[in-house]
């Protein structure tokens, strides 16, 4: 027991009294020689987003969700409120939005985004204790509000983008981009996978797809169309390594045709 006192008294000396977090990064960092980015963040030249690699963009374009203060939390919230790039891409096309054809998913879009402030309050309870789990917790929890809220705005966009022509799809375009630099601001990104590439190679960012039946067997297990992108939440884990949160996307692939044999 007087051991293990001396070495507790002996760690607070070199680290100082703080958060188990904050004393497994000093830790990292004393045997790492200080090898950290200039975020603070530590990489070690290791791709930390779940071992993946994300198409060629550097890990600093991605800001992980990072909830180490009660001000960090109240920030976070304050973001997820903060709907006025949607509400005045609505506003610009206001005129265009009254069209018989497009009023019902002018909508459903605003129903959506008035809910959003109520859904906040609802489900983001200020934690009591702000921990090493806090920003994961956080992270499912957004997770949860995207597929809720968000999900078929973002399928509604591709719908719109697809079959929609003329003066419909100029809304469609701007409205989807400003959905995913909302979702940016909330620290969710997009995964950019295209169509035509193997849903084998990218399972894990999608659920599991429907079936466009071809007889042309090199096309099978080609990703033919994306109905919703997949998306990620990368977040500071209890190690306070970077980690991530997928939100799996909707596709479809082309299979065998049954039919045929």
């Not at 920030?75 to 206001?94: A, I, M, P």
């Not at 054809?101 to 702000?130: G, L, Q, T």
């Not at 079936?211 to 306070?240: C, L, N, Q």
């Amino acid at each position: 027991m007087e051991n293990r006192k001396n070495l507790l008294n002996r760690l607070k000396e070199m680290f100082g009294d703080c958060s188990l977090q904050s004393f497994l990064k000093k830790l990292r960092n004393f045997f790492n020689g200080g090898n950290q980015d200039n975020s603070g963040n530590q990489y070690n030249g290791v791709n930390q987003y779940n071992g993946g690699n994300q198409d060629n963009k550097d890990e600093e374009n991605f800001k992980p969700l990072d909830i180490n203060s009660t001000d960090a939390w109240h920030e976070y919230v304050k973001s997820l409120k903060n709907t006025s790039r949607l509400s005045d891409c609505l506003s610009e096309f206001n005129t265009l939005l009254k069209k018989s054809n497009m009023a019902p998913f002018a909508k459903s879009v605003r129903n959506a985004i008035d809910k959003i402030p109520n859904y906040v309050d609802k489900h983001f309870k200020e934690p009591c204790d702000i921990n090493e789990e806090t920003s994961y917790e956080t992270a499912q929890q957004t997770g949860k509000f995207v597929k809720n809220v968000l999900w078929d705005l973002l399928r509604g966009c591709h719908s719109g983008m697809k079959y929609s022509q003329g003066e419909e799809k100029v809304f469609y375009e701007p409205f989807e981009r400003q959905m995913e630099d909302y979702l940016s601001s909330i620290g969710v990104y997009r995964k950019d996978i295209v169509s035509g590439m193997d849903v084998r190679e990218n399972a894990k960012w999608f659920e599991t797809p429907f079936i466009r039946e071809t007889t042309a067997s090199a096309r099978w297990g080609k990703i033919d169309e994306i109905e919703v992108m997949p998306h990620f939440i990368p977040y500071h884990d209890e190690y306070d390594n970077t980690d991530e949160l997928i939100l799996k996307g909707v596709c479809i692939v082309f299979g065998k045709d049954k039919k045929k044999g």
